[in-house]
Nanobody
Framework: VRFVESGGDVVQPGGSLRLSCETSGFTFSDYHMKWYRQFPDNKREWVATVSGASGMPYYADSVKGRFTITRDGAKNMVYLQMNSLKPEDTAVYYC????????????WGQGTQVTVSS
């Protein structure tokens, strides 16, 4: 199982970024795809999930209305569109997959750094 995240950058508050995650090693359509983030204090937080069957998105309250998770089954990719970014969104962002809403693979990618600062 492999996850390769990209798209992180340094942006000003109010800005936007689109993160991408390339996946391999599992049957993409069978799994819910998820984004997590890890803050500078090493606390990890779930950000969003898009279900495998219906494509239904779910969001943490902290990002609801600002972030959008999508998936592309033809490319085995998952994306996170982040708008109206805030300094508290600064973190390393990771994607993962699970066949339950709370589960993930034990394998993690290298993540992509998002820094929101003026």
């Amino acid at each position: 199982v492999r996850f390769v995240e990209s798209g992180g950058d340094v942006v000003q508050p109010g800005g936007s970024l689109r993160l991408s995650c390339e996946t391999s090693g599992f049957t993409f359509s069978d799994y819910h795809m998820k984004w997590y983030r890890q803050f500078p204090d090493n606390k990890r937080e779930w950000v969003a999930t898009v279900s495998g069957a219906s494509g239904m998105p779910y969001y943490a309250d902290s990002v609801k209305g600002r972030f959008t998770i999508t998936r592309d089954g033809a490319k085995n990719m998952v994306y996170l569109q982040m708008n109206s970014l805030k300094p508290e969104d600064t973190a390393v962002y990771y994607c993962n997959a699970g066949n339950g809403l709370l589960s993930t693979f034990p394998d993690w990618g290298q993540g992509t750094q998002v820094t929101v600062s003026s």
